[in-house]
Structures are given as C-alpha cells and as structure tokens.
C-alpha cells in the first residue's frame, strides 16, 4: 500500500459527459501528479501540482483540468468525453517539488470508460 | 528534448533465468534514474533508482548500474521467479519526470 488512495475505483460513462477523479496523496507529501495509461499510448503525464500550484504540465488536453486544494487532496476533470478517453488514470505523489531524486508513490488507479 | 527508450516486449524466461532489460536516455541535464515496476492491476512502484553517475541502485535482487559513458541504466537479475511477473518502466528526473514505454516481462514456472 503506497499510502496514496484514489477514487473511484472503476467510472463507466458516456460521450460528451464530464466526470472527477478524486486523490488524496500521502501523509506529508506536497506534490500530486497525473497520468494517463493506455494501451495506445503508454504511461503519459498529464500535469503536476505542488502545495496547491501548478508546477509542471504535460500532454494534458484543453478538456481536462486539475486543481490541489488546501488540504492537498487533488481533482481531476475531464469534460466532453471522448472515447478515446478510456484509460486508467493515475495519481502519484512525492515529498517535494518533482526535482530530480524525488520518489513518486502511485495510487491504485482509476479505470474510466467511456461508452 | 529529454527521452528514455527501453526495449519492447514481451520479454518471456522461463523461472531461474538471467534477466537484462534494456533502457538508455537522452537528457541535457544530469537526471537521476529510476526503475519502475506494475504489477497485474495495480499502479507503478518504485523499484530502484540512482542519482548520479556510476551509482548502483539495487532492490529484490535486481540491479542497475546509472552509465553516464553509454547514457544506459539497464535492468539485471540473476534468477528470477514467476512473482517477477509484470510490467517494468524505466525512467528519468531531470526538471520533470519522464517515463518510458515500458517492457512488459512473463516469467514461466
């Protein structure tokens, strides 16, 4: 157990909806990322938060946004579902601001499909 | 830009087999390294990692050795067994973190 929860578990929705994905990462650490696996594409970076501002972005689509609240947990929305959408969906977080010997610690992950 | 290639699968070896799988990169910086391992349903774990060149990072009996001369940081275990079975993404930190596609490996009793 990373220590890192994400929910929900499983998301099956339609096209053109628009859904959050929930992360709470663990005790202490400040920074929360975002990826994206396919099978298509690979493990992908979406974007990256540190202590409620956004640090680094990635390959993350205009329909997608995410947010660090106060507290540290994170949220990611992703509107106007496509089905190229489906995906599992990641969140990692690390002690610091994602610079260079930081360890990331991964959730179990969020499997979105969209029907 | 900065990169990480690491060779396709599937790799499949059979219980008690020498593991190698290969990863070099590209980066302008001196990025640390690190493996990555998926098992079946679940998310990535930190494997091992190095931080500066010649370090070994070692964990569960796998190895990799961070080759600045050869940009490499390939994956090694002796005897691998069939709980080795998963999915091994190598990686690289520099400003940000970069991902390779990851090699995924069957190990057969």
């Known amino acids: 157990d990373s220590g890192v929860t994400q929910t929900p578990k499983h998301l099956i929705t339609a096209t053109g909806q628009r859904v959050t994905l929930r992360c709470s990462p663990r005790?202490?650490?400040?920074?929360v990322y975002w990826y994206q696996q396919s099978l298509d594409q690979g493990l992908q970076f979406l974007i990256q938060y540190y202590n409620g501002e956004e640090r680094a972005k990635g390959n993350i689509l205009e329909r997608f946004s995410a947010q660090q609240f106060p507290d540290l947990h994170s949220e990611l929305n992703l509107s106007s579902l496509e089905l190229g959408d489906s995906a599992l969906y990641f969140c990692?977080?690390?002690?610091?601001?994602?610079?260079?010997?930081?360890?990331?610690?991964f959730g179990p992950g969020t499997r979105l499909t969209v029907l | 830009g900065d990169s990480v290639t690491q060779m396709e699968g599937p790799v499949t070896l059979s219980e008690e087999a020498f593991l190698t799988i290969n990863c070099t990169y590209t980066a302008t910086g001196y990025p640390s390294l690190f493996w990555y391992v998926q098992y079946p349903g679940e998310g990535l774990q930190l494997l091992l990692k190095a931080t500066k060149a010649d370090d070994k990072g070692s964990n569960k009996g796998f190895e990799a050795t961070y080759r600045k001369e050869t940009t490499s940081f390939h994956l090694e275990k002796g005897s691998v067994q069939v709980s080795d079975s998963a999915v091994y993404f190598c990686a690289l930190a520099d400003d940000k973190i970069i991902f390779g596609k990851g090699t995924r490996l069957h190990i057969l009793p």
């Open positions: 005790s202490g650490d400040l920074s």
């Open positions: 990692a977080s690390s002690v610091g601001d994602g610079r260079t010997t930081d360890t990331q610690y």
